[in-house]
């Protein structure tokens, strides 16, 4: 089965929870990663890894050095993602849910990471796990590290994501199908 259709199959089932009809494509996948400065990054996470094309892309780039821990929450794409990525060393698959990311990263010795890299569907979440989200990328990042989050509708979440972060960038990618982006943020405000 290609990526795309297993990916349309689970929109299809799950709705907001993937929140796209396809994979991102090589080029959102890295404009989402511009940012990194990959000799100083030591620990990488990304969240929601879906059938892994910024992940690919986090594989080829990360110096050997660096962990990069990959969440992904859906049991078929994380058997995906190990068929794909195990046994790249220092990258880690794991299947599970960010509310429990700080456990996750803890059980593998880590404290905190450089960038937190996103694919979730923030906007289609509930309140409470937006929350949640927001709480957990507070006590994992670093307080210089960078957030950064795929959309599909260009800057239509920049206030929403300037409620949670000082410092909020967007980078604007037409390639993608539909045109995407991705926000760049920095400094997580306190959550209420
Ligand atoms: C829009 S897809 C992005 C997939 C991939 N990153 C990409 O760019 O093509 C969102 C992904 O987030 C995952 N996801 C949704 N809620 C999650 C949660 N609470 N914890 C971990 N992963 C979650 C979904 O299973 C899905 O694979």
């Given at each position: 089965m290609s990526d795309f259709t297993l990916f349309?199959?689970?929109f299809l089932k799950q709705g907001t929870a993937i929140a796209s009809?396809?994979?991102?494509?090589?080029?959102l996948s890295r404009a989402t990663v511009r940012n990194i400065d990959w000799t100083a990054a030591r620990v990488i996470v990304e969240l929601g890894a879906g059938t892994g094309p910024i992940t690919r892309v986090l594989a080829a780039k990360?110096?050997?050095?660096?962990?990069v821990v990959v969440l992904e929450r859906d049991p078929d794409f994380?058997?995906?993602l190990h068929e794909r990525f195990t046994g790249r060393t220092g990258l880690d698959v794991v299947?599970?849910?960010v509310r429990d990311l700080t456990a996750i990263l803890a059980d593998r010795?880590?404290?905190?990471a450089d960038y937190i890299v996103s694919g979730l569907p923030v906007p289609s979440f509930p309140r409470d796990l937006q929350q949640a989200?927001?709480?957990?990328?507070?006590?994992?990042l670093r307080p210089e590290g960078a957030f950064n989050q795929?959309?599909?509708?260009p800057w239509v979440y920049l206030r929403f994501y300037r409620k949670y972060f000082e410092d909020v960038q967007f980078v604007f990618e037409p390639r993608n199908l539909p045109p995407a982006g991705a926000y760049f943020c920095r400094r997580v405000k306190p959550i209420a």
């Open positions: 349309l199959g689970k009809l396809a994979p991102s494509s090589p080029w990360a110096l050997p050095g660096c962990r994380c058997r995906l299947e599970g849910d010795g880590i404290g905190q989200l927001f709480r957990v990328v507070r006590q994992v795929i959309t599909e509708l």
